[in-house]
């Protein structure tokens, strides 16, 4: 697992009746982007240090942006 400052982190629960669990990666402790992360959680705002199990994925929000032509320049041009 490889994540960039801004994705998304998703916890999938193996169970159904618990909610999945989202936040964005705000912190990395290894240039490569291997865990663990620093997250921000949707549902909380709070940042807590993350060692994700198998239940979780990374969704890298700002690479579909650019992939789908919406990605803006620092002066808000596409």
Do not use: K, N
Not at 11 to 37: F, K, N
Not at 53 to 78: K, T
């Amino acid at each position: 697992m490889r994540a960039h400052l801004g994705d998304q982190l998703i916890i999938e629960s193996p169970t159904t009746d618990v909610p999945r669990r989202d936040g964005e990666i705000v912190g990395l402790h290894h240039e490569d982007g291997t865990p663990p992360y620093d997250v921000r959680w949707s549902d909380s705002g709070d940042v807590t240090l993350v060692f994700p199990g198998p239940d979780a994925h990374v969704r890298h929000l700002e690479h579909e942006r650019s992939a789908a032509g919406h990605e803006r320049s620092p002066h808000g041009h596409r």
